[in-house]
């Protein structure tokens, strides 16, 4: 009969928050997310990009596996590109994503010797704060006469 209580009197002190049981408390170096245990993933975009006709090509790497979201926020134009996928880790992995329509109608009215900066992130989605995100300035340059 001595048991019970003990074992109530501990129930209450983990579903208190008064008692962490080691195991959860001890590995969890990713307090923003609860989808990882351990470190928080870490990401990088590769230095170089490409800019196709209706595309923008950039490269990420994460530490571990991660679902991954990559955006550009265009300025002036109230619109952004972006698009989401999950990688493996180490490997530097390819992002296609498409210019719309209002992106590349302000290209044609650029000359090709001038570029628009835009500013992209690449975030870990359902990590908080910036601890997971990497960022990187694409310039697009302009396309008028083409």
């Given amino acids: 009969m001595m048991r019970k209580p003990l074992t109530l009197a501990a129930l209450l002190l983990v579903s208190a928050g008064l008692l962490v049981p080691t195991t959860a408390g001890a590995e969890d170096k990713c307090p923003q997310s609860p989808d990882f245990s351990g470190p928080c993933p870490v990401l990088h975009f590769a230095p170089n990009y490409k800019v196709f006709e209706r595309t923008v090509q950039v490269k990420v790497k994460t530490s571990i596996e991660a679902r991954i979201a990559v955006s550009g926020l265009l300025p002036g134009l109230g619109e952004s590109l972006g698009t989401r996928k999950t990688i493996p880790a180490g490997n530097f992995v ?49 396309r008028e006469g083409t």
């Fill in 94 to 142: 390819t992002f296609n994503l498409t210019i719309p329509l209002t992106l590349d109608n302000h290209l044609h009215r650029l000359s090709p010797h001038e570029s628009l900066p835009v500013k992209f992130v690449a975030r870990v989605n359902h990590v908080t704060g910036n601890v997971s995100t990497d960022r990187m300035i694409v310039r697009i340059p302009g």
